[in-house]
């Protein structure tokens, strides 16, 4: 069994992680004598219908997505011609829920047949359940299944509603009241980042547009990175996001946070509007003291 399996008891030493699929079949252990050693399987047993096999539960493990192995193996109790094994998902979520297929094999007398698969998981909204489903040959023959494990080859690729790195150019930020907006060599990432300057007020900011991204009643995370020269000692950072719902115009602050000058600091902040619809939404980056600068760079929004 590799590290890191998704899959419980997929050496079948218990069943208790395993369920009959549709309430269609039994399961019970099948126990081989290899050498001194018992080994453990699964057989699946009164088998009802072609799908009628086991399941486990996998929303934990698949719903952040990624990219996934699967692995197992699988053969007949007692030869017969023709048959297939299959292995696929049960995926539920916001949009519906449909079935996604991951490995077939034809299976040859009583031979085992090992089912690979290399996936991503079919997502389409907000993810709710997963199900791994065994199954295939005609009803009434016994499947036996052994060494199933699923890992997780890759992190999934974060999908960003809204970034600015500064590289080519002021990325449509703006200057809010009197702050000089410009580009600067000096960068968290990248080779350029953002100045605001020329500061009369602790509230003279940077801001974007985020009309039509931030909605009411959704999760987000906002990152970025700021910084201010050493000299100015440590800075209070204050992120607002300034949105309009059908009563009007609202400030909502993000976050408050003191930070230490000379090296780039991160801010982050969680937040969602509470609210009927966000119409209008603005993200404002303010709070060092009149006559302090401040850098900019590195500017993220996810929604969580
Ligand atoms: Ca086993
Ligand atoms: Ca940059």
Redesign the pocket.
Do not use: I, K, V
């Given at each position: 069994m590799p590290e890191g399996n998704l899959i419980q008891a997929g050496d079948f030493n218990t069943l208790d992680p395993w369920k009959a699929a549709f309430n269609r079949s039994t399961l019970d252990t099948y126990q081989a004598s290899t050498g001194d050693c018992v080994d453990n399987r699964l057989r699946i047993t009164q088998r009802s219908a072609w799908y009628s096999g086991a399941s486990q539960d996998l929303t934990e493990a698949l719903a952040e997505g990624g990219t996934f192995k699967l692995s197992l193996k699988a053969r007949l109790d007692a030869a017969t011609a023709n048959q297939r094994v299959y292995a696929t998902l049960r995926l539920r979520d916001s949009a519906g829920f449909r079935y996604q297929y991951l490995a077939a094999h034809a299976l040859n007398g009583t031979d085992w047949a090992t089912l690979e698969s290399e996936f991503e998981p079919d997502w389409r909204g907000t993810p709710q359940k997963a199900e791994l489903l065994i199954y295939g040959p005609n009803p009434g023959l016994d499947l036996l299944v052994d060494d199933a494990s699923l890992v997780k080859v890759k992190a999934p690729t974060p999908t960003h509603l809204f970034s600015s790195?500064?590289?080519t150019g002021l990325e449509n930020w703006k200057s809010g009241w009197g702050a000089r907006l410009g580009l600067i060599q000096d960068?968290?990432?990248?080779?350029?980042?953002l100045s605001v300057s020329g500061r009369d007020r602790w509230a003279d900011a940077a801001w974007q547009d985020l009309t039509g991204i931030v909605r009411a009643n959704t999760d987000y995370t906002v990152d970025l990175h700021v910084k201010h020269d050493a000299r100015q000692g440590s800075q209070p950072y204050v992120l607002y996001l300034l949105y309009r719902d059908s009563r009007g115009w609202h400030w909502q602050r993000l976050l408050s946070a003191r930070k230490t000058g000379g090296d780039w600091q991160a801010l982050s902040a969680t937040f969602s509007v509470r609210t009927d619809t966000v119409t209008n939404a603005r993200l404002y980056v303010m709070g060092p003291a009149a006559g302090v600068d401040f850098a900019l760079?590195?500017v993220v929004l996810d929604q969580r």
């Open positions: 790195s500064f590289e960068s968290y990432d990248g080779n350029r980042a760079d590195a």
